[in-house]
C-alpha cells in the first residue's frame, strides 16, 4: 500500500470508451461456476437453443457431471402468445423440480430472447415461490447478453439473492463473491484469526446458511465485478468497505487491513496474523515473478478483474502495462486499484475488437491476456497470450495462491522460451 | 418450451459460421447479442484454428433495442467490408436478432456493396445447425454457381466439409486419393476450403460426391436440378461402402474402376486370431444419420459385433436411419434429447458405445467403454495425425479407434482367469488406458498414505489433512509428497495447515 510516486495513479485518467464488436461472454456463462458453489441451487435459463449451446461450449467437459444448470428453450409455438409462454415454464419447472427433489433454490435466468420478447420472469418466479412454499425458492434474474457481460451475471444474481434478504440490525460483516471452496476457507480461517465474529459469505454455499442485512452490516467485496450487488447491498443500508482487491501479497493485505479498521482489530493482532502468510506470499511471489519483471502486458476486457490484476502484475511482478481492458469499470468499487496503476497507460472500457487487435499488434506486447476467441489466433502471429476465463475458474485470492496467480502468467512466457520449433500454424 | 441439458446440436447460425469458416474470402455479418461470439471458440478452442472465424457480430445491447440496432447493423456491414475485403458478404441474424426483425438482407442490400451479398434465414426457433450449414451453402451455390461446359477430363466436386467437422479435413484428402486413383480429379471442393470464385466453376464437374448428406444434401440437389450434376448416393465409410462408392461412381461417369486403391487393412486385421474376442461384442451406435448408419454397416459386417441399438440425433434423417435399423431387427431411437439416449443405453447394457461427445460421457458415466464416431466432438477429437473416417485409410483409423477402448485379446481371458485377483480384475479396465478405466478411483488410498507417514513419523494434524483433500486431485499426490519432505527436512514432527502452506511457498515454482 506504499506507492508513493503519485496518489491518484490512474484514478482520473481518460479512460478509452468503445462502442464495437464485443468479443466477451454474456452473463449466462457465470452459471458454470455458480451452480458448483450453490449446492441446492437449479439455474434454469428460459432462452434459446444458442444458450444451451453456449453453456455447454463454455463449459466444455468441466462439469459433465449432473450438471445442476438447464435451458428451458423457446420455440416457435412459445413466441406465438405470452399465456402459453407462462404456462410452459410453470409446466417445464414442474417436471424439472419433480426430477430433482434436492432443489431448494431455483433460479429463472433470463436471456436475450426472453428479455426482447419480455417474458415475465419475476411475476413467474413469485408466482412458483408461492407454489412450492417453503420447499423451494424460485428467484429471478437476467443473465442477458444484452445487460450483461461474464462475470455480471454473478453480479446480477447475487442482487437478486441481496434482495430477498432479511433484515437484521446484527453488526457484522458480509463478503461478497463466489470464490473457489480452498480460497472461501483461507479467508474465513484468517478473519478468524483476526478475531472477527460474524462474518458472512454471498453467495450462501447452501440455502439454509442465514445471511442478513441492515444498517449495522459492514460489506466488502472479494470479487471486482458485484458493482449491482454492492449497490443493493448500500440500498438495503449496509456499509461498504473499500480496499484493493485481495490478489497477491499487498492486495490481500490492503483488504484485510481495510475490514480491521472498521472493526477495530489492533496492529499487533493484525501483524500477528499476517506477517507470516504475507511474507510468504512474498518470497513466494518473488521466485515465480522473475520471468514477469520487465515484460510488457496487455489485458482484453473480459471478467472486470483487469484492473486488480493489472495492479498487482505491475506493483508486485513488476510488469509493464500498455493497456488495461475492462467490459465496465465501476470506479468505486476498482477506485482502490486503478490509484496504485502507473500514469501513463491505456485504461479502456467496452471493446471495438478489431480497433483492439489493431493496437495489440502495435505494440506487440510480450503477454497479452484474452478471451478464448482471441488467444489461438494471436499465437498464431507469435504473440503469448493467457486465456481470460482460467482467472474467474481458478484459487487466485488472497496470500497462499499469491504465487499460483503469478504463475498463471509466467506459464505461457517460460512455454515460449522452452519451445524450439517456431509456431507455424 | 423444451427442458435440454445438453445439446447435440446449436442453432442454426453456428452451422453458418461453419460454412463460412470453411471457406476463403468471405465474410458472415450476424445481427446478434453481445455474448454470441462464443462461437468463435469452437473454431479457435476445439479446432486449434490459426485465425479468427471470419464473422462480424453486431453486438447490440439492451439500450440499442428499438432506437438504432438496424443502422447499428449497416456500420457493422460497411466496416467488415473495408476492414476484410471479402468475395462475399453473407449475412444473417441470431435467435435474439430474429425477433427484433431487422431483415439483415434488406438492410444489406441498400448499402450497394461491390460484392454479392447473400442473406440468410435461419430459424432459429425451429431448426438447428446443420440445417443452418446446409442452407447457407446452398444460398451461396445458388447465388454463385453458372452455368459452364463440362471439363474436358472427368471432374467431380466434394460437397458438404465444414469448419468445424468430425475429420473433414482429412476426409477431403483421403478422398481425393481414392477418386485420384480412379483417374477423376477434384474440380471443387466445398464449402470447406473453397473461395467465392472457386463455387463459380463448380457446374463444371462431371458429378458430385455428396461427402456429409447432413450439410451438402441441399447444394447437391439444387446442382442436380439446374446443371445435370449426378450426386453419390453412398458415403464410403467402410470397407462395403467403399467399395459400393466405387461402383456407383464407376456407373455415373462409365469408367472401369479397377484401379481404384480401396486397399485396407481392416479385413485383415478383422480376420485375424486376435479379434475373435471381438465377435459378437454388443454394441450401442448413435450420432448424427451419416455416422451412426455407416458404423452400423461395418459394426456388423466387418467387425462381426452385435448391433443392439442404433439411432441418430438430427431428424433430418429419421426417414432412412428407420429403415436401414430395420434391417438390423432394431427400432431406430430418433431423439436429441441426451436423457433419453443415456436411458436407452442404460437399458440395453451394451459392451462397447460409439457415439459422440455427449455418449463418451454417458458411457463414463456408466462405466461402458466408448469411441467417438460422430459430432458433437471435443479438442481431443482433432487429432495432430491423419485420422479420416472415409476411404481405406478411414477404415484403418476405425477398426484401431474403436478397439482401443477394449480390454485386449488375451487380456480379457486373463482376466476371466484371474477373476479374484485384487488389482487384476474387470474393474481395473484396459491396462493400456488406465486414465480411461471405468471405476477407477482417481485418487491414492488413503490408507496407503497414512502408513508411509507413519513410517517417517510425521503427522498430518486433522486440518491439514482436510485441506489437502481440497487440493485438486491430480497435483495432490505431488503437494503431499513435497509437504512431507518439507517438514521431514525442517525437522518437524506435525503437519499443520501452516506447515502445508510453508511448503507450497518453499516449492513454488
Not at chain 2, 467437422?165 to 486413383?181: I, Q
Not at chain 2, 459430432?375 to 472415409?390: C, E, K, L, N, T
Request: one cysteine or more.
Amino acid at each position: 500500500m506504499s506507492s508513493e510516486k503519485s496518489l491518484a495513479g490512474c484514478m482520473n485518467a481518460p479512460v478509452l470508451k468503445e462502442r464495437g464488436q464485443h468479443e466477451v461472454f454474456c452473463g449466462l456463462t457465470s452459471i458454470i461456476w455458480l451452480h458448483r458453489k450453490m449446492q441446492d441451487a437449479f439455474f434454469l435459463v428460459v432462452g434459446s437453443r444458442t444458450c444451451a449451446h453456449l453453456l455447454q461450449s463454455a463449459a466444455g467437459v468441466m462439469v459433465f457431471a449432473e450438471p445442476r444448470f438447464g435451458t428451458a428453450i423457446l420455440e416457435e409455438t412459445d413466441l406465438a402468445g405470452m399465456a402459453d409462454a407462462q404456462e410452459e415454464l410453470e409446466r417445464t419447472v414442474e417436471e424439472l423440480l419433480s426430477r430433482r427433489t434436492d432443489i431448494k433454490r431455483l433460479f429463472l435466468v433470463g436471456s436475450c430472447p426472453s428479455e426482447v420478447i419480455k417474458l415475465d420472469l419475476a411475476t413467474a418466479a413469485e408466482k412458483l415461490s408461492e407454489r412450492y412454499f417453503p420447499k423451494v425458492n424460485v428467484i429471478n434474474y437476467s443473465g442477458s447478453g444484452i445487460e450483461t457481460t461474464f462475470t455480471q451475471g454473478e453480479d446480477a444474481c447475487l442482487e437478486a439473492v441481496i434482495r430477498g434478504l432479511e433484515p437484521s440490525n446484527e453488526r457484522q460483516l458480509v463478503i461478497l463473491g463466489a470464490l473457489p471452496d480452498i480460497v472461501h476457507d483461507q479467508m474465513l480461517r484468517l478473519l478468524e484469526q483476526l478475531g472477527l465474529k460474524n462474518v458472512l459469505v454471498l453467495p450462501q454455499v447452501r440455502v439454509d446458511e442465514k445471511v442478513s442485512v441492515g444498517s449495522n452490516t459492514h460489506f466488502i467485496c472479494a470479487q471486482p465485478f458485484l458493482g449491482a450487488s454492492f449497490e443493493e447491498m448500500v440500498r438495503r443500508g449496509a456499509k461498504p468497505i473499500f480496499a484493493p482487491f485481495p490478489f497477491g501479497a499487498n492486495g490481500t493485505t490492503a483488504w484485510l487491513k481495510a475490514i480491521c479498521d472498521i472493526f477495530g482489530v489492533s496492529k499487533e493482532t493484525f501483524d500477528a496474523v499476517t506477517d507470516a502468510p504475507r511474507r510468504r506470499a512474498e518470497i513466494a511471489i518473488e521466485k515465480v515473478s522473475k520471468i514477469l519483471t520487465g515484460r510488457s502486458l496487455f489485458l482484453f476486457p473480459d471478467s472486470q478483474l483487469e484492473i486488480p490484476l493489472a495492479r498487482f502484475l505491475n506493483q508486485e511482478c513488476g510488469m509493464k502495462l500498455i493497456e488495461v481492458g475492462s467490459p465496465y469499470i465501476h470506479k468505486q468499487l476498482v477506485g482502490p486499484d486503478l490509484q496504485l496503476l502507473p500514469e501513463g497507460i491505456i485504461i479502456s472500457e467496452g471493446q471495438d475488437v478489431d480497433k483492439q487487435l489493431d493496437r495489440v499488434f502495435d505494440h506487440m506486447p510480450d503477454l497479452t491476456v484474452c478471451g478464448l476467441g482471441l488467444a489461438n489466433p494471436l499465437e498464431a502471429k507469435g504473440l503469448t497470450t493467457k486465456w481470460a476465463i482460467e482467472l474467474v475458474f481458478s484459487p487466485i485470492h488472497f496470500y497462499e495462491q499469491a504465487a499460483d496467480l503469478a504463475s498463471l502468467f509466467a506459464r505461457p512466457i517460460n512455454r515460449s522460451e522452452k519451445l524450439k520449433i517456431g509456431r507455424v500454424a | 418450451m423444451k427442458l435440454s441439458v445438453w445439446t447435440y446440436e446449436g442453432p442454426p447460425h453456428v452451422g453458418a459460421i461453419r460454412v463460412a469458416t470453411g471457406m476463403e474470402k468471405v465474410h458472415l455479418v450476424l445481427h446478434a447479442p453481445q455474448g454470441d461470439t462464443y462461437a468463435d471458440l469452437l473454431f479457435t478452442m476445439i479446432e486449434r484454428r490459426n485465425h479468427r472465424p471470419p464473422v462480424t457480430y453486431t453486438t447490440f445491447q439492451a439500450r440499442d433495442l428499438g432506437s438504432d440496432t438496424a443502422s447499428l447493423f449497416k456500420k457493422a456491414c460497411i466496416e467488415a467490408y473495408e476492414r476484410f475485403k471479402p468475395e462475399l458478404l453473407l449475412v444473417g441474424a441470431s435467435c435474439t436478432a430474429e425477433l427484433i426483425q431487422d431483415d439483415p438482407g434488406g438492410l444489406a442490400e441498400t448499402l450497394g456493396l461491390p460484392v454479392p451479398v447473400v442473406p440468410l434465414e435461419l430459424p432459429s426457433y425451429q431448426r438447428k445447425e446443420n440445417f443452418g450449414a446446409d442452407e447457407t451453402f446452398f444460398q451461396i451455390v445458388k447465388t454463385l454457381s453458372r452455368p459452364l461446359e463440362k471439363t474436358s477430363e472427368i471432374t467431380c466436386n466434394l460437397i458438404g466439409p465444414t469448419a468445424l467437422g468430425f475429420r473433414h479435413r482429412d476426409d477431403v484428402l483421403e478422398m481425393t486419393k481414392l477418386l485420384n486413383s480412379m483417374g477423376i480429379k477434384v474440380n471443387v471442393s466445398a464449402p470447406y476450403g473453397a473461395t467465392p470464385k472457386d463455387i463459380e466453376l463448380i457446374s463444371q464437374a462431371h458429378f458430385n460426391v455428396l461427402m456429409y448428406p447432413e450439410t451438402g444434401e441441399m447444394a447437391c440437389r439444387y446442382l442436380e436440378r439446374t446443371y445435370s450434376q449426378p450426386f453419390t448416393k453412398t458415403v464410403p465409410i467402410g470397407v462395403g461402402a467403399i467399395s459400393d462408392f466405387v461402383k456407383e461412381v464407376s456407373e455415373i461417369v462409365e469408367i472401369n474402376a479397377s484401379n481404384a486403391d480401396t486397399y485396407s487393412q481392416l479385413p485383415w486385421y478383422s480376420a485375424s486370431v486376435d479379434s475373435t474376442y471381438l465377435t459378437s461384442k454388443r454394441v450401442f451406435i448413435f450420432g448424427d444419420g451419416t455416422h451412426a448408419m455407416t458404423a452400423a454397416r461395418i459394426a456388423k459386417d466387418e467387425i462381426g459385433f452385435e448391433v443392439v441399438g442404433l439411432g441418430c440425433f438430427n431428424r433430418e434423417l429419421a426417414r432412412p436411419m428407420r429403415k436401414f435399423a430395420a434391417t438390423f431387427g432394431l427400432d431406430a431411437l430418433i431423439s436429441d434429447d441426451y436423457l433419453e439416449v443415456e436411458k436407452h443405453i442404460q437399458a440395453v447394457a451394451p459392451e462397447l458405445i460409439l457415439g459422440t461427445q455427449m455418449e463418451r460421457h454417458i458411457g463414463k458415466r456408466l462405466g461402458i467403454p466408448c469411441a467417438v464416431i460422430s459430432a458433437p466432438v471435443h479438442v481431443q477429437d482433432f487429432p495432430a495425425r491423419y485420422s479420416p473416417q472415409m476411404g481405406p485409410e478411414g477404415a484403418n483409423v476405425i477398426f484401431d479407434t474403436w478397439v482401443h477402448p477394449l480390454v485386449m485379446g488375451l487380456e480379457e481371458h486373463l482376466l476371466t482367469m484371474f477373476r479374484e485377483d485384487f488389482e487384476f480384475h474387470d474393474e481395473a479396465g484396459p491396462s493400456h488406458h488406465a486414465a480411461h478405466s471405468p471405476g477407477q478411483k482417481n485418487e491414492p488410498q488413503v490408507t496407503e498414505a497414512t502408513d508411509n507417514i507413519a513410517e517417517n513419523k510425521i503427522i498430518w494434524l486433522k486440518d491439514a489433512e482436510k485441506e489437502l483433500k481440497k487440493i485438486p486431485f491430480f497435483v495432490r499426490g505431488k503437494a503431499r509428497k513435497n509437504t512431507e519432505k518439507y517438514a521431514e527436512n525442517n525437522g518437524f514432527s506435525e503437519i499443520s495447515i501452516e506447515t502445508l502452506y510453508e511448503a507450497k511457498a518453499h516449492y513454488a515454482r
